[in-house]
């Protein structure tokens, strides 16, 4: 089992910039990935990007390149998601997730552990 839990969520104006953090804990040797979506009202859960644990290969939605970086700090257990220039388009519940799976990493089935979700607000 592996345990997530976020944090460092908030409310920021347009242009603005937020660093979310996601600290692992239980079986963290066994992780493959660690990723990050996020869910606006009324819409799905979404991809935003994904790291891998040892390889640090990187992946993010076409949407947030160049302004959203996701980095890993193995010896904290810890992921975390800088994100630049931020817009009101942004705005939704963030969720980081694990898996120790070697699936389709940029989907949401391909995690099994999910955190509670941190809320990102952008004002405009």
């Given at each position: 089992q592996v345990q997530l839990v976020e944090s460092g969520g908030g409310l920021v104006?347009?242009?603005?910039?937020?660093?979310?953090?996601c600290a692992a804990?239980?079986?963290t040797f066994s992780i493959y990935a660690m990723g990050w979506f996020r869910q606006a009202?009324?819409?799905?859960?979404e991809f935003v990007s994904t790291i891998t644990w040892y390889g640090g290969g990187t992946f993010y939605e076409d949407s947030v390149k160049g302004r959203f970086t996701i980095s890993?700090?193995?010896?904290?257990?810890?992921?975390?998601?800088?994100?630049?220039?931020?817009e009101p388009e942004d705005t939704a519940v963030y969720y980081?997730?694990?898996t120790v799976v070697r699936g389709d990493i940029l989907r949401r089935s391909g995690y099994s552990y999910w955190g509670q979700g941190t809320q990102v607000t952008v004002s405009s």
């Amino acid at each position: 089992q592996v345990q997530l839990v976020e944090s460092g969520g908030g409310l920021v104006q347009a242009g603005g910039s937020l660093r979310l953090a996601c600290a692992a804990s239980g079986r963290t040797f066994s992780i493959y990935a660690m990723g990050w979506f996020r869910q606006a009202p009324g819409k799905e859960r979404e991809f935003v990007s994904t790291i891998t644990w040892y390889g640090g290969g990187t992946f993010y939605e076409d949407s947030v390149k160049g302004r959203f970086t996701i980095s890993r700090d193995n010896g904290k257990n810890t992921v975390y998601l800088q994100m630049n220039s931020l817009e009101p388009e942004d705005t939704a519940v963030y969720y980081c997730a694990a898996t120790v799976v070697r699936g389709d990493i940029l989907r949401r089935s391909g995690y099994s552990y999910w955190g509670q979700g941190t809320q990102v607000t952008v004002s405009s």
